[in-house]
């Protein structure tokens, strides 16, 4: 396999301008995501809040620092003074400690709501009816330390090429209806997270603005 720089370098130059890369990084070493930093990548994503913070404690300041996993409310506060954007608000208990926690720290927190659109049960998400019920509560019209600026999603885990189109359509989908009911007037709300190695091809082709990419980058875990 070509090295991290190489890799960083090859896939940015297919993706079209409005796309950003993530480059997720959960389980390399600093040593590797410097490499990606050194060939230009700012945007690192990362899964598990512990590895997160040290990765944060050790690597340049410049970097964003986006987690895209499943996330415990109980652990949002370890990384609330420095996180970028959190991918995985799946429920409307986890935004209000995120809420709370970057209130504490003085802080906008950027989040994007995460959507189940796989066929498969593991996989974590709002349904469009329970985001469109929290959205229209007032309880979330008070909370004024977090900017949802677009949702996220992952497609099934199969060589389906149809059914994965058809599951990132369904995402596009919701970001449409979404950004017609409730931020019409958000010009803030226009992120569309969706596509890691295997689709991210697909996913760009549905709309995604934002993938995220790890072992094409960093090589197999
Ligand atoms: C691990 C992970 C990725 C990257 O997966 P690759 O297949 O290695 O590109 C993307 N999104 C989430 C949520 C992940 O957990």
């Known amino acids: 396999m070509a090295g991290v720089a190489e ?4 896939i940015k130059s297919t993706l079209p301008s409005n796309v950003n890369l993530i480059a997720v990084s959960k389980t390399k070493p600093a040593s ?3 490499k990606a930093y050194d060939a230009g990548q700012r945007i690192f994503g990362e899964n598990k809040v512990q590895e997160l913070v040290s990765k944060y404690d050790a690597l340049p300041k410049d970097i964003e620092w986006h987690m895209i996993g499943h996330l415990q409310s109980n652990k949002v506060k370890y990384m609330a003074h420095f996180v970028s954007l959190i991918h995985g608000v ?4 986890l935004l209000k400690e995120i809420n ?11 989040v994007l709501l995460q959507f189940h659109i796989a066929q ?4 974590f998400g709002f349904s469009y009816d329970e985001a469109e019920q929290m959205l229209s509560s007032n309880e979330y019209d008070n909370l004024e330390n977090i900017s949802v600026v677009g949702i996220m999603g ?6 389906n090429q149809s059914q994965i189109h ?3 359509k369904m995402l596009k ?8 009911q409730f931020f019409s007037d958000k010009n803030s709300f226009k992120e569309i997270s969706m596509g890691m190695s295997g689709d991210y091809q697909i996913a760009i082709e549905e709309g995604s603005t934002m993938v995220r990419i790890g072992s094409s980058i960093f090589g197999g875990r």
């Open 166 to 168: 058809t599951e990132f």
């Open 120 to 123: 498969e049960e593991t996989k």
């Open 32 to 34: 590797d995501i410097q």
């Open 173 to 180: 989908s919701y970001f449409d209806q979404l950004k017609k």
């Open 100 to 110: 709370k926690q970057a209130q504490k720290n003085n802080r906008i927190q950027n």
């Open 90 to 93: 799946d429920s409307f208990s």
């Open 7 to 10: 890799n960083i370098i090859r």
């Open 154 to 159: 992952m497609a099934s885990f199969t060589d």
